[in-house]
């Protein structure tokens, strides 16, 4: 098992456009819902992370990480909230990982409050299985 604690900052002028996925979950991407779709996109916060990973099978990874958004400049908009991602990495064989997550996020604020969610600061689940394969 392992426990992971990150913490990382990012201006309010940081772009986002040469990320990628080739270190695993959480590593470019900070939350899968907040990270990729919902905001803030890793821009013009502070964010702290929390992971913890176990591996009950030689080739089966599963864990749960933990991510606080803390906008920098509320001016320009408050892209504070919490997320939860829950995931496995299921190594079926030297070909093929299946990837299933589960992310819920909880915005602090709707866009008529200041923030970047249209319509309410209800709570987003997200769900993916990625099948990835390599040669």
């Known amino acids: 098992p392992s426990a992971s604690y990150r913490y990382s900052r990012f201006s309010e002028n940081y772009d986002t456009l040469f990320y990628g996925f080739s270190r695993g979950y959480g590593t470019w991407f900070q939350g899968e819902v907040a990270g990729n779709y919902a905001g803030p996109f890793n821009s013009n916060s502070r964010i702290q992370n929390v992971t913890l990973k176990v591996s009950p099978l030689g080739n089966l990874n599963v864990g749960a990480m933990y991510f606080n958004y803390d906008t920098i400049d509320r001016n320009l908009g408050n892209t504070d909230g919490h997320e939860v991602d829950l995931y496995a990495e299921w190594h079926v064989n030297d070909h093929l990982t299946v990837m299933p997550l589960v992310g819920i996020y909880q915005p602090d604020k709707s ?19 990625v099948f990835a394969t390599g040669f």
């Open 111 to 129: 866009a008529e409050n200041g923030g970047t969610q249209l319509g309410n600061n209800d709570r987003n689940v997200y769900a993916q299985v």
